[in-house]
């Protein structure tokens, strides 16, 4: 009896098993001084804000420049004849490209301005007029 009384004696006067759950019920009423996370956190979620901002309010290249590095672009693709490249020439009917060259060409146009154009509007653009229209009204075009 003496030998129990002095363990409860050395853990303040509460039994060895409910000493880990008083503890843990403690540890959660205080907080943890963290200053170095807080720090952490303050920085990341400063970052995120700056990051989804500049996302956000991204602004559209200029529709001349656009069109001056479209048809740059279709000068410079190995199956072209730079003379013919206008703003409303053809890809297959002015140009002399096939179907599978003009999907390269919108392969390099993709290239050119670092965005990635869908299939189903890929299709659509057969004209450097068309190129420019799309990627001129796209926000990430760079």
Do not use: W, Y
Request: proline letters at 5%; glycine letters at 4%.
């Amino acid at each position: 009896m003496r030998r129990a009384a002095s363990v409860c004696a050395r853990v303040g006067g509460r039994a060895l098993a409910a000493r880990p759950a008083v503890m843990a019920v403690r540890s959660m009423q205080q907080p943890l001084a963290m200053p170095a996370l807080s720090a952490a956190r303050v920085e990341f979620s400063a970052a995120m804000r700056s990051g989804v901002r500049a996302f956000s309010a991204s602004t559209f290249l200029p529709e001349a420049e656009v069109q001056e590095r479209v048809i740059e672009v279709v000068k410079n693709f190995d199956k072209v004849d730079g003379a013919k490249v206008n703003p409303q020439a053809h890809f297959i009917n002015d140009l002399g490209l096939d179907s599978l060259d003009a999907v390269e060409l919108v392969m390099a146009i993709e290239e050119e301005f670092v965005i990635e154009i869908p299939d189903d509007v890929a299709e659509k653009i057969l004209t450097c007029e068309d190129a420019v229209k799309f990627v001129s009204q796209h926000p990430q075009a760079q």
